[in-house]
Structure formats: structure tokens, C-alpha cells
């Protein structure tokens, strides 16, 4: 019994501290399935047999207690060190976020991969995407991309990964499907600016901002509204912008012929 607690609260754990949390990824899915195009859905949905993209993108968390996916767990982020960019210090033999993300696309694409294998990655891309919009999923090395940082949000114990990934959206009290509603509210011109760049370059944005959450953070410190005031819109708009791209990334791996994707997997 003592076994099962324990392996049951590494699982816990793992969930916790890992990934935007259910509403964060939940949000960024459903404005996917906002912009995506009427042939994308129409491949979504035959692949994942009519779930959405919002419940389909937690999936990379709920099997990660299963040790048979061992192997994917250092999809979920990219680490640095300092200002290094990508590739400037050696890639993770063992794969990262980009990596995991490029591979997906690749997978999906491919007609000899199996339908099963199709909705596999297809759930697995969904979930990466997401995971590559968190701040910390681009955080340093040396700290586990913040879990090693103790915070106490309102009192409780936390660290300065799950403060992001969790704890200020379950704190703003509102369920992903109210998030997405309220978020999807940017202009074209806008989301054709978002979605600008290469992988890579979206990477280095959120390095960008993992620098500055940083930066501003004072370890041991007890966070709470002046914390929310000055970040949570910098969540938010994550949150958006992760939705927006996973759509352009679906439209774009649907398509038969696709220029935008060589250019944007460019140099992984």
C-alpha cells in the first residue's frame, strides 16, 4: 500500500508541476478549434474520433505515469542556460520541445504512419504546442525550469513553475471555456503577426519572457495580488497566442503541400 502512495504521488507530482495545467492547455486548444479551417476540422475530427482539441490536450500528461512513455517526457520543454540560444550549447540527445513538436508534424504527415499513430501525435502536438506558450517550459537548466524555486502563493507552498503553469489561472477563477471566449477577441492583422516567425523563433520568444519572470522573482516570497496584477496578463496573452499558432500549425500540417512548414522547421 505504501508503494502504491508513493508511486501515486510522484504521478501527482509529475502532473503538477509539468505543463499549463488542465484549464491553461484546455484554453489554448478550444481557440485552436476557433480558427482552424472547415478541411482541419474535418481531419481533426476523423482522427480523434469526434473528441476536441480541449480534451485531447491534456493527453501527454495523463500518460506520462505510464512508464511505456518514459521516452517523451523531455518533449515538454527546451532548457538554457543564460542568454544562450538554441543550438548554441548541445541539444538533448534525448530529445526537447522542439524536437518533440517537429516530430509530431512529421508522424502526422507521413502516409505510412497508422491512423492509430496519427491521433497519437496529432494529441501529442496539441498538448507540445501548448507546453511551448509557458514561460518556464523555457527555463533555465540549472533550476528544472523553476520547480527548484520555493514561492508561496496566498500562504501555500508552490515554486515558481507551478506558480505559472497553475496557479495563477486556477486563481483568476474562471473554466477554459470562459478563457477562451473571452481571449479570442484579437484582430486578423493581429493574428497574422503571431503567427509569424519559425519554431525556433517562438521558442526564443518565450525564453524571452522566462528571463524576466526571472528576473522579478525573489525566491521564498509570498505572492499574491500585486504578483497577479503585473503577470497574469502576460499569461493571458500566452494562453492566446499558443491558441492562434496551434491552429496555423493544424491548417498548415493538413495541407497536401506546405511551403510555411519547411521554412518554420527550419534548423531543428
Not at 56 to 80: G, L
Not at 198 to 211: N, S
Not at 247 to 264: G, H, Q, R, T, Y
Request: overall charge positive; proline content about 3%.
Amino acid at each position: 500500500m505504501i508503494k502504491y502512495i508513493l508511486i501515486l504521488c510522484t504521478s501527482i507530482s509529475l502532473f503538477a508541476n509539468n505543463d499549463w495545467g488542465k484549464t491553461g492547455h484546455r484554453t489554448v486548444g478550444e481557440i485552436a478549434a476557433k480558427h482552424i479551417s472547415k478541411n482541419t476540422e474535418k481531419q481533426v475530427n476523423k482522427l480523434l474520433q469526434g473528441e476536441s482539441l480541449a480534451m485531447v490536450s491534456i493527453y501527454a500528461d495523463e500518460i506520462r505515469s505510464n512508464p511505456e512513455y518514459n521516452s517523451f517526457a523531455p518533449w515538454h520543454y527546451v532548457s538554457f542556460n543564460g542568454d544562450k540560444k538554441y543550438k548554441e550549447e548541445p541539444v538533448n540527445p534525448k530529445g526537447d520541445i522542439l524536437q518533440g513538436i517537429k516530430t509530431c508534424i512529421l508522424k502526422i504527415r507521413d502516409k505510412n504512419t497508422s491512423t492509430k499513430d496519427k491521433a497519437f501525435y496529432l494529441k501529442m502536438l496539441v498538448h507540445f504546442v501548448g507546453d511551448l506558450h509557458m514561460p518556464l517550459h523555457a527555463g533555465n537548466k540549472h533550476d528544472k525550469g523553476g520547480n527548484d524555486i520555493k514561492l508561496k502563493w496566498f500562504g501555500n507552498h508552490t515554486n515558481l513553475h507551478r506558480l505559472w503553469d497553475t496557479d495563477m489561472i486556477e486563481s483568476y477563477k474562471m473554466s477554459y471555456s470562459e478563457l477562451a471566449s473571452n481571449l479570442d477577441i484579437v484582430p486578423a492583422k493581429e493574428n497574422q503577426k503571431i503567427t509569424k516567425g519559425t519554431l525556433t523563433d517562438w521558442a526564443h520568444e518565450t525564453r524571452a519572457i522566462a528571463l524576466k519572470v526571472y528576473e522579478s522573482t525573489e525566491e521564498d516570497k509570498n505572492e499574491s495580488y500585486v504578483y497577479m496584477y503585473h503577470n497574469f496578463p502576460i499569461v493571458k496573452q500566452q494562453l492566446q497566442k499558443g491558441g492562434v499558432r496551434l491552429a496555423m500549425v493544424l491548417d498548415e500540417v493538413f495541407k497536401k503541400e506546405s511551403a510555411w512548414l519547411i521554412s518554420f522547421l527550419k534548423n531543428i
